[in-house]
């Protein structure tokens, strides 16, 4: 999985918690993103950093939050967890914004 | 935004015999396709992407042929074996062209499975 780690791999939380996923990269790779992955959706992009301290919105947003303050982690919360967030989640790494995007392992978050 | 549509959505082939799936994209400015397969449990895995300046790029059994004017892309299988099971991904991107789109829009995946 190209040197990309995920933790936790698996989380079951109740609705209304708080919950935080890391992807964690040896390739020193500038950008890495944040995926989710459901049935009959495919992979959809949550959000995306460009460098430390630079994010952006992807396609699916809303209820999601980001961090980047080192160049190996990509952090995603959810501030309130809803049972709408039960999904995959899946981290990429890239090396440019015109470069092979890699992916780590996965997460599967279950929100009761 | 760019749309992805991917068929079909399963496909069941006989070991030996090749395996196609096609998708079309809806944004002229995309120049990046990859595909990627997805084994069960695990996370996508790059496979073969084509950019727009090339018609065909091979890799051993696979290949990938992309149809800018008619907006297309398909992945070819030839000599389908057993491992080649798993769901298939294409995406399309407008990368490095010097806008700030740089993101991958996915198809919704292929079933493939190749019977022994």
């Known amino acids: 999985d190209a040197g990309i780690t995920q933790s936790p791999r698996h989380k079951v939380t109740e609705t209304g918690t708080p919950v935080t996923l890391r992807c964690h990269q040896t390739e020193n790779h500038r950008y890495m993103y944040w995926y989710r992955q459901d049935p009959g959706h495919g992979l959809r992009l949550i959000h995306y950093s460009y460098g430390v301290k630079d994010t952006d919105k992807g396609e699916v947003s809303d209820g999601y939050s980001v961090s980047r303050s080192k160049t190996e982690d990509f952090l995603l919360t959810l501030e309130s967890a809803t049972s709408s967030q039960t999904s995959v989640y899946f981290c990429a790494i890239s090396e440019s914004a015109a470069g092979e995007q890699y992916f780590g392992p996965g997460t599967r978050l279950t929100v009761t | 935004g760019e749309n992805v549509e991917q068929h079909p959505s399963t496909l069941s082939v006989q070991e030996g015999d090749s395996a196609v799936i096609k998708c079309t994209y809806s944004?002229?400015?995309?120049?990046?396709f990859p595909w990627y397969k997805q084994e069960l449990g695990k996370g996508p895995q790059l496979i073969i992407d084509?950019?727009?300046?090339?018609g065909e790029k091979k890799d051993q059994r696979i290949a990938v042929t992309l149809n800018k004017t008619a907006k297309h892309f398909s992945l070819h299988i030839t000599e389908t074996q057993p491992e080649d099971s798993a769901v298939y991904f294409c995406?399309?991107?407008?990368?490095?062209?010097?806008?700030?789109?740089?993101?991958?829009?996915f198809g919704k995946g292929t079933l493939l499975t190749v019977n022994p």
């Open positions: 084509i950019r727009s300046n090339v």
């Open positions: 944004d002229s400015a995309s120049n990046y």
């Open positions: 995406a399309a991107s407008d990368s490095g062209s010097g806008g700030s789109n740089y993101k991958l829009t």
